[in-house]
T-cell receptor
Framework: AQTVTQSQPEMSVQEAETVTLSCTYD???????LFWYKQPPSRQMILVIR??????QNATENRFSVNFQKAAKSFSLKISDSQLGDAAMYFC???????????????FGQGTILTVHP | ETGVTQSPTHLIKTRGQQVTLRCSSQ?????VSWYQQALGQGPQFIFQ???????GRGNFPPRFSGLQFPNYSSELNVNALELDDSALYLC?????????????FGPGTRLTVT
């Protein structure tokens, strides 16, 4: 079974600084997706960034970038120039690429609460 | 483009009762997934519906059941409620095809079982 582990229950960063959230996962699959989701206190889960396992290049979305290490099964999120609006719970998630009875199933980590200090 | 909506926002039920939660998928999306999120935890996959059929299920007992309607909206039914069923229930919709990996979440329904 696939598992996703976030070992940092809480992280904090000063506004305009950079912070990195860690995630490791375990799978026997070779083709899969990894995601970072943000869940602000208002609860609605928002997709931040996506990485396809077959792509060597790390995904980037504006101030958000990932460090994907497939062999190490590591998938960290870097937030640059942190803003107050980045404060939220961040979840790392995994999904197989295709096929199987749980095709769309997302497996989430336990989450990391990010606090941004002004 | 209308996003994913869920109703009700909150509800309180008594142990042993039954509850139905509703989800309207985003326009153009034909797949709906349901997740249970206990306080301070990551969401856990309950099941997924595609074209009105369940096509994937997580580690949840049969008293968790669902439906998907021809307009792709969905219901989650939970029978014989237990205290541990207290959680935020999230619905997510996605399209078929190339963008199937993109799941869009609703705001959730907070269920409290007393």
């Amino acid at each position: 079974a696939q598992t996703v582990t976030q070992s940092q229950p809480e992280m904090s960063v000063q506004e305009a600084e950079t912070v990195t959230l860690s995630c490791t996962y375990d799978t026997s699959e070779s083709d899969y997706y990894l995601f970072w989701y943000k869940q602000p206190p208002s609860r609605q889960m928002i997709l931040v960034i996506r990485q396809e396992a077959y792509k060597q290049q790390n995904a980037t979305e504006n101030r958000f970038s990932v460090n994907f290490q497939k062999a190490a099964k590591s998938f960290s999120l870097k937030i640059s120039d942190s803003q107050l609006g980045d404060a939220a719970m961040y979840f790392c998630a995994y999904r197989i690429s295709a096929g199987g009875t749980s095709y769309g199933k997302l497996t989430f980590g336990q989450g990391t609460i990010l606090t941004v200090h002004p | 483009e209308t996003g994913v909506t869920q109703s009700p926002t909150h509800l309180i039920k008594t142990r042993g009762q039954q509850v139905t939660l509703r989800c309207s998928s985003q326009s153009g999306h034909n797949t709906v997934s349901w997740y249970q999120q206990a306080l301070g935890q990551g969401p856990q996959f309950i099941f997924q519906y595609y074209r009105e059929e369940e096509n994937g299920r997580g580690n949840f007992p049969p008293r968790f059941s669902g439906l998907q309607f021809p307009n792709y909206s969905s219901e989650l039914n939970v029978n014989a409620l237990e205290l541990d069923d207290s959680a935020l229930y999230l619905c997510a919709s996605s399209a078929n095809g190339d963008k199937s990996y993109e799941q869009y979440f609703g705001p959730g329904t907070r269920l409290t079982v007393t």
